[in-house]
């Protein structure tokens, strides 16, 4: 039988112990914003709710240049323009495929610098700050979105975010596209179930973090889930047209205003890194 501890070793445990259990509380109990129930009723923008005659189309986890440009070259067939929330390793190591995303006139976001999970706030800072750079230095422009990944907001990745001048947002409706049996219907019916007008749609154009080729799912589900929005009379863009709100004051912004999404040079062209 253990013997309990002394009051006085009892007292200094509580003292010790409390503080640490609250500033880890603290940390990650802006994390149940992951719940849809608790974003979609408390925090609608940070769900990504916007203009209710309009659907925000959103890719994660690019840019990949085995999969990327075949979104790029579909959405250009429907004539859509969507946001893609890009990691900071990848875009250092496939520039050229973030500055075609920008060239066809989509909006480019951060996802983060790697796809890792949230315990260490200064490592979120550094990392979010890496990330902006990447993009900026890749495309001249500021990027204004911030999904975190896992959809896991802390604290300390609010801050962080708040300090690179970044909005976070979430969303609304995903197509579960991240699974070995994901199929353009799987991904359809899930996205529908959930979608509204004023709704974020959650995809990937890539299996980076994966099962390897479910980016197909989420590629072959894009015609019928466009087409069903429009058949509703809802219009699919980017979050730069979803109209959820301003980009904070404090936004780095680059010489010539917010204007992220620029309108593509040659729309038909298809292009593969």
């Known amino acids: 039988m253990t013997a309990p501890l002394p009051r006085s070793a009892a007292r200094r ?17 802006p994390a149940a914003t992951w719940l849809p129930v608790v974003r979609g009723r408390l925090f609608p923008r940070l769900a990504g709710v916007g203009h209710p005659g309009h659907v925000a189309l959103t890719f994660d986890d690019g840019p990949d240049p085995a999969s990327t440009p075949r979104f790029l070259d579909t959405l250009d067939g429907l004539g859509v323009r969507a946001t893609f929330f890009v990691l900071g390793d990848g875009v250092v190591r ?3 495929v973030v500055r075609e995303t920008v060239r066809r006139g989509h909006e480019v976001a951060v996802h983060g ?11 979120d800072a550094r990392s979010l700050r890496r990330a ?3 993009v900026r230095d890749v495309t ?49 019916a899930a996205v529908e179930a959930d ?10 154009d890539t299996d980076r973090t994966a099962a390897p080729g479910c980016w197909r799912a989420a ?19 980017p979050l730069a047209e979803h109209g959820t709100a301003e980009v904070h004051a404090t936004a780095p912004l ?19 890194a």
């Open 13 to 29: 445990a509580a003292a010790v112990g409390l503080p640490l259990a609250a500033a880890a509380l603290a940390h990650i109990g």
């Open 140 to 188: 001249g422009l500021t990027p204004l979105w911030y999904r975190p990944p896992y959809g896991i907001l802390t604290s300390g990745r609010w801050a962080a975010a708040r300090a690179a001048g970044l909005r976070p947002v979430l969303w609304t409706a995903w197509g579960r596209d991240w699974t070995a049996s994901a199929t353009p219907a799987s991904v359809r």
């Open 132 to 134: 902006v750079e990447a």
């Open 254 to 272: 680059m010489p010539g205003g917010p204007a992220a999404v620029p309108r593509p040079s040659a729309p038909g062209r298809s292009w593969h």
């Open 113 to 123: 610098w790697g796809h890792d999970r949230p315990w260490l706030p200064a490592r």
């Open 195 to 204: 979608l509204r007008g004023g709704g974020t749609v959650l995809l990937h």
């Open 94 to 96: 496939h520039p050229a």
């Open 219 to 237: 590629l072959g589900a894009l015609p019928d889930l466009v087409a069903g929005c429009r058949a509703t009379g809802l219009t699919v863009g």
